[in-house]
Each structure stands twice: as C-alpha cells, then as structure tokens.
Nanobody, 116 residues
Framework: QVQLVESGGGLVQAGGSLRLSCVAT????????IGWYRQAPGKERELVAA????????NYAEAVKGRFTISRDNAKNTMYLQMNSLKPEDTAVYYC?????????WGQGTQVTVSS
C-alpha cells in the first residue's frame, strides 16, 4: 500500500522558517520525480519545488527561489522542504508528490500558515 505522510506544518510569523517532511512507502515503481505543491484558499494547486531523480535537477517556483530548498534522504524514504524567510503569501496547504512510471501519488497535505 502506497503511503505519503507529511509533517512539519504549522503557524509561523513572517520571516520565520519551517521544514516539511514527507515519508513515502510502498511505491511499486522506480521514482521519476519528487516534489512539493501547495494550494491556497480559492486558488489552484501549484508546483513549489521538484527534483528529477535521474539527474538530480531541481525546479523551483519563481516565488520561492532563494528561500525554499527541496531535498531527499533515500535511506529514510523521506523528502524535505526547507522553507526560510516565510511570507504571508506562502500560507497554503502543502502536498508532497511522487511520480513513478505512469502513476502519481499525493500526500494528505499539511497546513502552513504565516502570520504578518
């Protein structure tokens, strides 16, 4: 059974930091990409950051470049999103995402709220 379990969300003041974690288990295919998405109220889900596992290339949304860092620990089946210099506009539900073969898997989401 595939499970993506996120943690690390919460309430933080503007300028603060959070680190999100996502443990992925049970994925039956080789992983192509891992990533983090977010969805704010009334808005569509958008890509925040992703890693292409074959070449290690990373991709970041313009709004988070220089502030957020995506990483992974293969031994722990875990991906991370380090978020620094948080802004109120970063407030959203954050989802981890794994793409493997033709399948796409999502975590349940974790709320991040940044107060001004």
């Amino acid at each position: 059974q595939v499970q993506l379990v996120e943690s690390g969300g919460g309430l933080v003041q503007a300028g603060g930091s959070l680190r999100l974690s996502c443990v992925a288990t049970g994925i039956p295919f080789a992983i192509d990409t891992i990533g983090w998405y977010r969805q704010a109220p009334g808005k569509e889900r958008e890509l925040v950051a992703a890693i292409d596992t074959s070449g290690g290339l990373t991709n970041y949304a313009e709004a988070v470049k220089g502030r957020f860092t995506i990483s992974r620990d293969n031994a722990k089946n875990t991906m991370y999103l380090q978020m620094n210099s948080l802004k109120p506009e970063d407030t959203a539900v954050y989802y981890c995402n794994v793409r493997a073969f033709v399948r796409v898997y999502w975590g349940q989401g974790t709320q991040v709220t940044v107060s001004s």
